[in-house]
């Protein structure tokens, strides 16, 4: 599990940089804060589970104002995912082990993805295989009319929103 401590001077290095590899999970927090020693377990089982494949940095936002107040952060525990040096999902407040997953999914390539990057036709076909299954399960929709993958996606999202 990676799991770090962040702090103002090393928040570009161990986030920013570091979410061009990975995407990076940030817990913004504080000791007083009960919703957040609530969620930091959640997040830590959802980082573990992804074994190397998500980052969580913990920002102590007493330790750390000047970091806070740059994302703008009003309330706490609010939780930040970066990719490619940007903030790409976001969530406030403590959030139960389904809905923090539904977000650790949204950052992850899915096995469709790892197959669409091998490239050759065979893993290609499996991805295209996995992805219409996966489309079928989720879409209630009439086999004549298609399936809007970016509905599902964006209801995905919404469903994980607080």
């Known amino acids: ?22 995407p990076v999970v940030v817990d913004f927090w504080a000791e007083w804060c009960a919703p957040c020693r609530a969620l930091g377990p959640v997040l830590e089982q959802a980082t573990a589970k992804r074994e190397g494949k998500v980052v969580l940095a913990k920002v102590d936002t007493d330790a ?8 703008g952060i009003q309330g706490i525990p609010a939780v930040k995912a970066f990719k490619d040096g940007m903030v790409v999902e976001e969530f406030v407040g403590a959030q139960g082990p ?8 949204l950052l992850v390539p899915t096995e469709a993805d790892l197959l669409v990057e091998q490239g050759d036709e ?15 399960a989720r879409c209630s929709a009439p086999l004549s009319r298609p399936c809007d993958s970016s509905a599902l996606r964006k209801a995905s999202r919404s469903a994980a929103s607080p």
């Open 64 to 71: 750390n104002p000047g970091i806070s107040q740059t994302f």
């Open 98 to 105: 389904a809905m923090v997953e539904r977000f650790f999914d």
């Open 122 to 136: 065979a893993a290609l076909r499996q991805a295209s295989s996995r992805l219409l299954n996966w489309s079928s």
């Open 1 to 22: 599990m990676t799991v770090i401590d962040v702090a103002e001077a090393d928040f570009e290095r161990e986030v920013i940089a570091r979410s061009h590899e990975v």
